[in-house]
């Protein structure tokens, strides 16, 4: 009986939860359908009403103005005849034109004001009123031609032979003779008969076109005289096509709208079949819940749920392992998610394969993997899954012609006789994946207590110098930059130095936890601005400043810095951006459109760096560099290996080939800067030429440098 209840029930809900609003909606939407269609086709005969009106009233003007031509030609083909008078005017006097012939036949002669003086009628004369003309209208076609008299006046005219189109012209005498007598008036006309408006049904495709005397309605036209009297209206029998389209079109709705319906019963059905599913339906969400629909690795739920299952066993030799994607957002950023998502399928593909049955793999969150191994052995065979997947992301993918190339920083934490609990191995887990960024990327650390000291000691350091930048802790030093030509400064590099209250610390180091902690726009934002306020002291030597690679991955940094030498008055001319080869070894397309951007704002870049090992000579043919900056590493053995001092000649000849000026930077010693003097460098720069020291000191340095100038040049 219960179940019964249940099933009644269950019952119930279908039909008046799912059955019932179908058909109502339904129903709405066939009641919507058919009130539309009969709007439509209303609408489109009311237009067909108005085209026809419109058209109608375009062929009276037309038959009006071909009266008043017609008029015009027979007064001018007759005027010997008119112009006889009264006695000499017949019917076999006229002359009619061919072409205006055929517009008229009935002629009257007319005086001043209207009164008829010879009429005919199909070629035959008739009585002056004959044709029961009205005076009324002729007296105002008159006196429409004696207002204009170049032109033919025209208009309806009421007469016994119904309503005439009829034109008036003024009868002009012969050439060359005066005036007879008072003036007359030419009317030419033609009934509004059945064949006119035969012909201009046949015209417009109408049915029953036809003149008669019924008030003016919705499907007719007024005609009224020249006096202004309704001789009546030309009517028509609507084709209301409007009306005949919805019939045309009544099966084919009805047949899509049988197909709604049929498309409504299809829907209650899956509905149904949905419902009695209901049960594997909540099967696959608990499995779309526990796994990361991308990758299809289980998730970060099931990666913890599979840790405590793991303590929760007979062995506690528990293994966390911890991946982190080297380079992955720059990936993003550079060729769209589209691409970071195959990425990371391809990734989470070949981690799948390398664990295998060895542990449980995880996809945590974005580039973020996991693997829980158990059993003996437990931090080694963890250790060995991290190198694996180190070794597997050395090469690079190939999305489609586009080379992707990422890293593996890994991290592993283990906890040989349960003493930790999840959340403490975890945590140390991800402590040794940031140690072994930190320390270099793309390779596999172990935890060890150490860890912890440093991780908090460099967060320490971190939260320090992020305070220092805001409250204008650090400071900018400045080097001097030598030309060769004249051994006088041709520009100063900008240095940033953070200077404790416990003591300096090394850029070197706070530089890395600044990339690291992502202030690396922050930092090179302040030294930018430093830079730009203290340009102004420095006359019109060139500043040359060291940019961050997170700065030109950045496509808001041209604004950015736009804006800062407008606010600081700076010219962007005097201003030189330093990149290094790094960056363009890892993303080269995005450096093209960074130095493309800078240089459309005015500002010079420099090759930083060159040297040091990548392909130095395609970037320069692949960007327009402003100046290329010789490593150290080049310069140390200028003096004594000819290999080095080849490659600086090369360097500078290819340089000027591109339009750019080489630097030799790292100089200690006289004989290096000869050497690289003698090798045709354009600038040189290093501790032999001086230290980085603040701005006061490198501002006396120009100015004795431009008082023993001076005293030379007097």
Known sequence: MIALFFVNRRWMEFVFGVVVPTVLTALAAAAVVYLAMARMAAEVNDIDRRGIAQVVDVLKDEALARMGLAASEFSAWNAAALDEGDAGLTGGDLRLPAESSRFFDTLLVVDAEGMPIRAFHEGRAAGPDGIGISRADVAALVAAARHEPQRPATGFVQSRLGPLVAGVREIEPRAGAPRAGPPRYLLVGRPMTGTEFTAMADALGVRHLAFGPAPVGANAVPLTSAAGTLLGSIGWEPRVSGTEAMERARLPVLGVLGLLFVVMGVLVVTIWKMMSGLRHDETAARHAASHDPL?????????????????????????????????????????????????????????????????????????????????????????????????????????EGRTVKVGC????????????????????????????????????????????????????????????????????????????????IAAVEALVRWIRPAGPVSPAVFLAIAEEA??????????????????????????????????????????????????????????????????????????????????????????????????????????????????????????RDPASQSLVQAAVALAETLGAEVTAEGIEMAEEAEALKEAGCHELQGYYFGAPTVRSEILRRIARERQAAEQLLA
């Open 295 to 399: 990758s299809g690795l289980p998730n970060r739920a099931s990666f913890h749920q599979r840790l405590a299952e793991a303590y929760a066993g007979p062995d506690h030799a528990i293994a966390v392992l911890f991946a982190d994607l080297d380079g992955f957002k720059e990936v993003n950023d550079t060729y769209g998610h589209d691409v970071g998502d195959r990425l990371i399928r391809a990734a989470a593909a070949g981690f799948r394969a390398l664990v295998g049955g060895d542990g449980t793999l995880a996809r945590l969150g974005g580039d973020e993997f996991a693997v829980v191994v158990e059993g003996g052995d437990a931090a080694e065979r963890a250790r060995g899954l991290g190198e694996s997947f180190v070794d597997f992301l050395d090469e690079a993918f190939d999305f």
């Open 409 to 488: 920083s890994v991290g592993v934490a283990a906890d040989a006789d349960g003493r930790l609990t999840p959340g403490e191995l975890v945590r140390r887990a991800d402590v040794a994946m940031y140690v072994a960024k930190a320390g270099g990327k793309n390779r596999v650390d172990l935890y060890d207590a150490g860890m912890d000291a440093d991780r908090h000691a460099r967060a320490t350091l971190a939260a320090e110098l992020r305070e220092a930048a805001v409250s204008d802790g650090l400071q900018v030093h400045y080097q001097p930059v030598i030309s060769a030509k004249t051994g006088s």
């Open 518 to 639: 992502g202030m690396s726009d922050l930092i090179g934002t302040y030294v930018l601005r430093r830079v730009a306020r203290d340009a102004r002291a420095f006359g019109g030597l060139k500043m040359v400043v060291n940019v961050f690679a997170a700065q030109f991955r950045d496509p808001g940094f041209p604004d950015a810095l736009a804006a800062i030498l407008e606010g600081s008055g700076m010219p962007p001319d005097r201003l030189e951006l330093d990149i290094t080869e790094s960056f363009l070894a890892s993303e080269p397309e995005r450096a093209r459109r960074s130095v493309e951007a800078l240089h459309a704002l005015g500002v010079s870049v420099a090759l930083d760096d060159f040297g040091t090992g990548f392909s130095s000579v395609a970037y320069l043919r692949r960007f327009a560099f402003d100046k290329v900056k010789i490593d150290r590493s080049v310069v140390i053995d200028v003096i």
